[in-house]
Nanobody, 124 residues
Framework: QVQLVESGGGLVQAGGSLRLSCAVSGRSFSNYAMGWFRQAPGKEREFVAT????????AYADSVKGRFTISRDNAKNMVYLQMNSLNAEDTAVYYCGARRAGWGGSYYPDYDYWGQGTQVTVSS
């Protein structure tokens, strides 16, 4: 069993930055591709970023490309999302997901495990 716990959310002004963290417990963390998704009130869960099990490949939604950076530390079982130049449209609950595969992709039903989410609110 794999458990994920997100942290680092909060209230930030537009133009500011936040760094989300996802702590992953369980064995074989390096066998999982990881992803970040977000869900705003009344909207579907949407893809934000994904990283391969080795950390060598990443992909981003167009809306966050150039502003957000996903990374992982396999020695610490951690995944991070550095978010810069935040705007009001980034307000959402952010979820960390794990997929037992080399690549996670942008389709959230493909992910096997999820955290409880962390709220990010950007004030304009």
């Amino acid at each position: 069993q794999v458990q994920l716990v997100e942290s680092g959310g909060g209230l930030v002004q537009a133009g500011g930055s936040l760094r989300l963290s996802c702590a992953v417990s369980g064995r074989s963390f390096s066998n999982y591709a990881m992803g970040w998704f977000r869900q705003a009130p009344g909207k579907e869960r949407e893809f934000v970023a994904t990283i391969s099990w080795s950390g060598g490949s990443t992909a981003y939604a167009d809306s966050v490309k150039g502003r957000f950076t996903i990374s992982r530390d396999n020695a610490k079982n951690m995944v991070y999302l550095q978010m810069n130049s935040l705007n009001a449209e980034d307000t959402a609950v952010y979820y960390c997901g794990a997929r037992r595969a080399g690549w996670g992709g942008s389709y959230y039903p493909d992910y096997d495990y999820w955290g409880q989410g962390t709220q990010v609110t950007v004030s304009s």
